[in-house]
């Protein structure tokens, strides 16, 4: 099982920059596909952002333009650069990795969450 952890959260005014870091160990990283997820506080979890282990990316549409999805397989890390950060982008961001060709009942493993805040 794969562990994750989580770094880069914090507050931010409005317009502004953070980039997210999630950190894999125990398991091959490369079989794994990998995703941002954000709750924010009375709302359910929604997925940010997703790279599959070959690559290819996909985004909410409430970011698509701001954020960007990455990997470096070498360093078992993902990234997610979140420009232009908007108040509503306000939550806690959750690193999910699943392996590839898992069950879809898999929910796969989950790091402990960043907080990130954006100020008006």
């Known amino acids: 099982q794969v562990q994750l952890v989580e770094s880069g959260g914090g507050l931010v005014q409005a317009g502004g920059s953070l980039r997210l870091s999630c950190a894999a160990s125990?398991?091959?990283?490369?079989?794994?596909?990998m995703g941002w997820y954000r709750q924010a506080p009375g709302k359910q979890r929604e997925l940010v952002a997703a790279i599959t282990s070959v690559g290819s990316t996909k985004y909410a549409d409430s970011v698509k333009g701001r954020f960007t999805i990455s990997r470096d397989n070498a360093k078992n890390t993902v990234y997610l650069q979140m420009n232009s950060l908007k108040p509503e982008d306000t939550a806690v961001y959750y690193c999910?990795?699943?392996?590839?060709?898992?069950?879809?009942?898999?929910?796969?493993?989950w790091g402990q969450g960043t907080q990130v805040t954006v100020s008006s």
């Open positions: 999910n990795a699943k392996k590839v060709f898992s069950a879809p009942t898999d929910s796969g493993s």
């Open positions: 125990g398991s091959i990283f490369s079989i794994y596909n």
